[in-house]
């Protein structure tokens, strides 16, 4: 993903029910592209949903389907 501001980012996953299972960034970042690596090992293969958030009012939320 990409920053095109210095903002608040939060990156997380979530499972069905709408709890959070991980989260994989949440602070300040600068601006740039990212890499973030997913490492699910301790997650049991199905569906869960990815949010990206800015606190500049950004947000986009995507399925996932993880198989092992």
Do not use: H
Request: a positive charge; proline letters at 0%; charged letters at 25%.
């Amino acid at each position: 993903f990409s920053v095109s501001e210095r903002s608040r980012i939060s990156l997380k996953v979530f499972d069905v029910l709408g709890r959070v299972v991980e989260v994989l960034a949440d602070g300040i970042m600068n601006t740039g592209v990212y890499k973030i690596n997913f490492d699910g090992r301790k997650l049991a293969s199905g569906v869960y949903i990815y949010s990206l958030s800015s606190d500049k009012g950004a947000m986009t939320s995507k399925k996932m389907v993880f198989l092992k």
